[in-house]
């Protein structure tokens, strides 16, 4: 279960939900799709006064929040000229970073339709090259060759989902790298200052987060044959960059 937070939350906001198992993800993934393709579509969402009134929020609604809090992932594993890369969970990556100045191929795969569609109608006439496609589907489930990969990316969203589950997504991803390939992806981290704020505003605009500690993380990791090779710490996230 994800840790109690000090704000209470209404017991209706999921009113469909239940316990986090293997046999519900399927559940999961869909809410979480849900909440960020409203987010795309700049869908307006009435809050709670209490939850506008938060300085997070304020930030959120101003454009702030995000640059405050992104991943950098290419500090700790940029990609390289001719890499083939698959960005899980990649939102609209290929818009915003720059994959053609890094000249590495870029493989999309996302929960959320409007995300898939952008990248997909938008991404070719960027660089037809170098853009591969955005699959529909959730990040434990990875429908490529095995060894295809020299590098993965999975920011912003491991949060959503009980540890269990990304321990799965570890397990997939180990499947489609080659043998020298890493995989780069965050973590929320419970200690900082931001994180049950940015929790409870998260809950209130469609996704639940889990805020476990960071041991309990290094834990999956490891127990999934993972060995971490650099870390980066972040406002929100904590970065890691892994091999097998």
Request: aromatic share 14%.
């Amino acid at each position: 279960m994800s840790k109690k937070r000090n704000s209470p939350l209404p017991s209706n906001l999921f009113p469909s939900q239940t316990p986090y198992q293997s046999d519900n993800w399927e559940e999961r993934i869909a809410q979480v799709g849900y909440r960020f393709n409203r987010q795309y579509q700049k869908q307006d969402l009435k809050l709670p006064a209490e939850i506008e009134e938060m300085p997070i929020y304020q930030e959120w609604v101003a454009g702030i929040l995000s640059g405050r809090i992104v991943s950098p992932f290419w500090e700790i594993a940029q990609p390289k000229k001719n890499q083939q890369c698959l960005d899980i969970g990649c939102g609209v990556s290929f818009l915003i970073y720059p994959w053609r100045d890094w000249s590495a191929y870029f493989y999309g795969q996302e929960i959320s339709t409007v995300a898939r569609d952008t990248l997909n109608s938008r991404g070719p006439q960027l660089n037809s090259k170098l853009f591969k496609g955005v699959e529909l589907g959730p990040a434990h489930q990875l429908n490529y060759s095995p060894n295809q990969f020299d590098l993965a990316i999975a920011t912003g969203f491991s949060c959503y989902f009980p540890l269990k589950y990304w321990g799965a997504v570890l397990l997939a991803v180990k499947g489609v790298l080659k043998p020298e390939g890493h995989f780069v992806f965050d973590i929320l981290n419970p200690e900082h200052p931001l994180a049950e704020d940015w929790g409870l505003l998260e809950t209130y605009l469609g996704a639940e987060v889990f805020l476990e500690p960071v041991a309990e993380w290094e834990k999956i990791i490891k127990a999934t044959g993972a060995k971490v090779v650099k870390q980066q710490s972040g406002e929100l996230f904590d970065l890691y960059k892994v091999k097998f």
